[in-house]
């Protein structure tokens, strides 16, 4: 890709070209912002840390169940938790869910209610009267959906979550303390989108299975 506006380099482990080296190599280039592809090891965890110490905007990925275990799993990896503290400023997790296709889809009556509890568990938000279920038709090929929108949960960290993150940490606690600073996780994200009838309980309970 050419783009004037940034630079890209693709890594090559043939050539010994890792994630980590290509961290350093644009450290030498003095980046506003850097994007890191994926961190997959300590030394890549290392790097992208170095250079948030050191004034720099880095963006990257993990695979991680919600926006929380990002920082187990950076722990994990062995980064310092007192480096994490510092430099940790936000995680944002998403899912992506198939959309009712808006020609066909159909009100379906009211959803039970331990699905509700289940989706919106720790949050006080009122059933819909009634919900939306796929029907099928030539506009979605007969599949009742059509196209995908995305569930996100995003985390902001704040002074009294970094004091949670520690060499120990429990995730139970860092996830009471995301809540409690405003962040709406992935199940309640989705059953706002049942609610506008954008999709269906068993899309998001489909792609949420492993919070349980």
């Not at 090559?12 to 961190?39: K, N, S, W």
Request: net charge negative.
């Amino acid at each position: 890709m050419v783009e004037p506006s940034f630079n890209q380099m693709q890594i090559q482990h043939g050539i010994d070209l890792t994630f980590a080296d290509g961290v350093r190599a644009l450290m030498r280039q003095d980046p506003d912002i850097i994007m890191v592809g994926e961190i997959r090891d300590l030394e890549t965890a290392e790097m992208a840390i170095q250079a948030a110490l050191t004034g720099h905007l880095v963006l990257s990925t993990l695979h991680t169940n919600d926006a929380p275990s990002a920082v187990m799993r950076l722990l994990e990896l062995g980064v310092p938790y007192y480096l994490l503290e510092s430099t940790l400023i936000g995680i944002m997790a998403q899912r992506l869910v198939r959309t009712l296709c808006s020609h066909c889809k159909t009100p379906d009556g009211a959803l039970q209610d331990e699905v509700w509890a289940n989706l919106t568990e720790g949050f006080s938000i009122p059933k819909p009267a009634a919900i939306y279920r796929p029907v099928g038709c030539t506009e979605c090929r007969h599949t009742g959906f059509r196209g995908r929108t995305g569930l996100y949960e995003l985390l902001m960290v704040s002074q009294p979550f970094s004091k949670l993150i520690k060499a120990e940490s429990d995730i139970h606690a860092l996830r009471q303390q995301s809540i409690r600073d405003g962040m709406q996780p992935l199940r309640v994200a989705g059953a706002m989108k049942i609610i506008d009838g954008t999709t269906t309980a068993e899309e998001v309970l489909k792609v949420t299975s492993s919070l349980t």
